[in-house]
């Protein structure tokens, strides 16, 4: 009889996943910003907002042991763990058109969303 030995602490799935219209313009915000180290774009979950969670996204030079990190080509994507699994299979986009630019994120596991679109439970 053979064993084999599966390691259940790497993570084969992302997070999140970007279009490519949200990796274009991340790509160029962290270029704008001029940073001396490399960014990452953080995507956070958390707590408030009028139903329950708020989305949390900023630029982070750090990257925690337990992170979880895709990259979508030059592009790097940090997720804490808390996060990671609400925005599991949730996808970031950017438009730009006549009502506005701006980020959006369609995420499967929301039940529930408020009216400006940043709050979900």
Same mark, same amino acid.
């Given at each position: 009889?053979?064993?084999?030995?599966?390691?259940?602490?790497?993570?084969?799935?992302?997070?999140?996943?970007?279009?490519?219209?949200?990796?274009?313009?991340? #790509? +160029? &915000?962290?270029?704008? %910003?001029?940073? *001396?180290?490399?960014?990452? !774009?953080?995507? $956070?979950?958390?707590?408030?907002?009028?139903?329950?969670?708020?989305?949390?996204?900023?630029?982070?030079?750090?990257?925690?042991?337990?992170?979880?990190?895709?990259?979508?080509?030059?592009?790097?994507?940090?997720?804490?763990?808390?996060? #990671? +699994? &609400?925005?599991?299979? %949730?996808?970031? *986009?950017?438009?730009?058109? !006549?009502?506005? $630019?701006?980020?959006?994120?369609?995420?499967?596991?929301?039940?529930?969303?408020?009216?400006?679109?940043?709050?979900?439970?």
């Amino acid at each position: 009889m053979s064993t084999t030995n599966v390691n259940l602490t790497t993570k084969t799935t992302e997070a999140i996943t970007l279009t490519d219209a949200a990796v274009s313009k991340v #790509a +160029e &915000l962290i270029s704008a %910003a001029g940073a *001396d180290e490399p960014l990452a !774009l953080r995507v $956070a979950v958390k707590s408030g907002g009028c139903s329950g969670f708020n989305y949390d996204m900023y630029f982070d030079s750090e990257v925690a042991d337990d992170d979880v990190v895709s990259a979508f080509g030059d592009v790097k994507v940090v997720v804490d763990p808390a996060s #990671a +699994e &609400l925005l599991l299979g %949730a996808s970031l *986009d950017f438009t730009d058109g !006549l009502q506005g $630019a701006g980020f959006h994120i369609t995420n499967p596991n929301a039940t529930r969303t408020c009216g400006c679109g940043n709050s979900f439970s």
